[in-house]
């Protein structure tokens, strides 16, 4: 199984100011990762795919990149409904595997 | 609009069984791979089952945690999706969210999510 770890746990932020999130995987995913952020109370939303391809209707401030074993979520301007928990998920092998997730917070 | 709506959940002894349902609509349910997700109060994601598409020979894969307890299945006739859970445990206890594949790989849609409570 591969094992996927994020960091760091919590993140605060001040809106308007950039947040890189990490997402390390215990072995090569090549760039089959994804990116998803949480709301409270609300399903995961995908952000990102292959690692750096934004999804439909994901804006612009988003941005992903990394391969082999190291990624990083950018968000360049920080808005109030960013602030969330974001996952990070590997599809290279099966069983597919979450990361434990950063809670970004308001600062 | 792609939509799927989780049903089936609610309180369940351990060692008891419950069948959860997803209906889809908005796409055409039978060419897509579909998953289940769950996850635990203030925890994280898990993913738990996929279902391969009809486009090809039918694919099942599971988790180790729930290999051997639960079974999943769709009629594509009815653009439903179900995850049939027995021998449940305490830890079973979670919000359970049906997701939509393109492949095998990232969850694009996701429902609402249905809680599963394991207790006595």
């Known amino acids: 199984e591969i094992v996927m770890t994020q960091s760091p746990a919590t993140l605060s932020v001040s809106p308007g100011e950039r947040a890189t999130l990490s997402c390390r995987a215990s072995?090569?995913?090549?760039?089959?990762l994804a990116w998803y952020h949480q709301k409270p109370g609300q399903a995961p939303r995908l952000l990102i795919y292959g690692a750096s391809t934004r999804a439909t209707g994901v804006p612009a401030r988003f941005s992903g990149s990394g391969s082999w074993t190291e990624f990083t979520l950018t968000i360049s301007s920080l808005q109030s409904e960013d602030f969330a928990v974001y996952y990070c998920q590997q599809y290279n092998s099966w069983p597919l595997t979450f990361g434990g997730g950063t809670k970004l917070d308001i600062k | 609009e792609v939509q799927l709506v989780e049903s089936g959940g609610g309180l369940v002894q351990p060692g008891g069984s419950l069948r959860l349902s997803c209906a889809a609509s908005?796409?055409?349910?039978?060419?897509?791979?579909m998953n289940w997700v769950r996850q635990a109060p203030g925890k994280g994601l898990e993913w738990i089952s996929f279902?391969?598409?009809?486009?090809?020979?039918?694919?099942?894969y599971y988790a180790d945690s729930v290999k051997g307890r639960f079974t999943i299945s769709r009629d594509n006739a009815k653009n439903s999706l179900y995850l049939q859970m027995s021998s449940l445990r305490d830890e079973d206890t979670a919000v359970y969210y049906c997701?939509?594949?393109?492949?095998?790989?990232?969850?694009?849609?996701w429902g609402q999510g249905i809680l599963v409570t394991v207790s006595s």
């Open positions: 279902i391969s598409g009809s486009n090809s020979a039918i694919s099942r």
């Open positions: 908005g796409f055409t349910f039978s060419s897509y791979g």
């Open positions: 997701a939509r594949v393109p492949g095998y790989d990232y969850f694009e849609y």
């Open positions: 072995q090569s995913i090549i760039t089959n």
